[in-house]
């Protein structure tokens, strides 16, 4: 891990490109490890559904009830929390198959890095991650991660890629949420409303922005 650390910030310090092959190669390893590292068993922020841990090196530029916007290193990235996962699991007990997707106004060119695989959550049960990485025409990445529960987005260079999913691990593998609350709200909601209220309600609340993937573009100016 050391080892991998020091050459992501070799990179970044030097401004040398990436080896696209080096990078995915870092990039599994990276996963299987963080896969396989216990989740932190407290949490520092709270919300009226759910609560996580933040590290001390990630600082949250505004919040609504779902949705969060962070910043790391400069990289601003996005949570959402998906309370119509909690339903389907804790409630319907049943599993949802989907493809990650995110409308962004930067034409897309490339599917990097697609990986799957599961993890070990603070609630002691095992759950699926799917990241994925598209190469967009300026040369920025367009990361998206989804942990179940939550997903994270984010356009960023080839080398902060790394240091942000692991911080995207950290804080959805310490999730926390209120299953009884959660059911009692949106048990009786469809997804799609769920979803489009969240993003709607996320999208008033931005400053100087009118839209998420504008938000995001921003990251890479």
Same mark, same amino acid.
């Given at each position: 891990m050391k080892k991998v650390a020091?050459?992501?910030?070799?990179? *970044?310090l030097c401004g040398c490109q990436v080896n696209e092959a080096d990078l995915k190669s870092e990039l599994t390893n990276e996963f299987h490890e963080l896969s396989d590292q216990a989740p932190i068993s407290y949490t520092t922020m709270n919300k009226p559904l759910y609560s996580y841990y933040l590290p001390k090196? =990630? /600082?949250?530029? $505004?919040?609504?009830?779902?949705? &969060?916007?962070?910043?790391?290193d400069g990289v601003r990235f996005i949570m959402n929390f998906n309370p119509n996962e =909690? =339903? +389907?699991?804790?409630?319907? $007990?049943?599993?949802?198959?989907?493809?990650?997707?995110?409308?962004?106004?930067?034409? +897309?060119?490339?599917?990097?890095?697609d990986v799957t695989g599961t993890f070990k959550g603070s609630d002691h049960r095992y759950h699926k991650y799917e990241c994925q990485i598209t190469e967009?025409?300026? /040369?920025?990445?367009?990361?998206?991660?989804?942990?179940?529960?939550v997903n994270f987005t984010a356009v960023l260079r080839a080398v902060q890629i790394q240091p942000l999913?692991?911080?995207?691990? +950290? +804080?959805?593998?310490?999730l926390q949420y209120d299953s009884d609350e959660v059911?009692? $709200?949106?048990? *009786?909601? &469809?997804? &799609?409303?769920? =979803?489009? &209220?969240?993003?709607?309600?996320?999208?008033?609340?931005?400053?100087?922005? /009118?839209?998420?993937?504008?938000l995001i573009e921003g990251q890479s100016e």
């Open positions: 020091c050459l992501w910030l070799a990179l *970044l090196d =990630v /600082g949250r530029l $505004q919040s609504n009830p779902l949705s &969060s916007l962070f910043m790391k =909690v =339903v +389907i699991h804790d409630y319907y $007990q049943a599993s949802t198959t989907y493809e990650l997707e995110e409308p962004v106004e930067n034409e +897309i060119s490339d599917l990097f890095y967009l025409e300026d /040369g920025s990445y367009l990361l998206l991660l989804d942990m179940e529960y999913v692991h911080s995207m691990f +950290i +804080i959805a593998k310490s059911i009692a $709200q949106y048990s *009786l909601r &469809s997804s &799609s409303d769920s =979803v489009m &209220s969240d993003l709607d309600e996320f999208n008033k609340e931005l400053p100087d922005s /009118g839209s998420l993937s504008e």
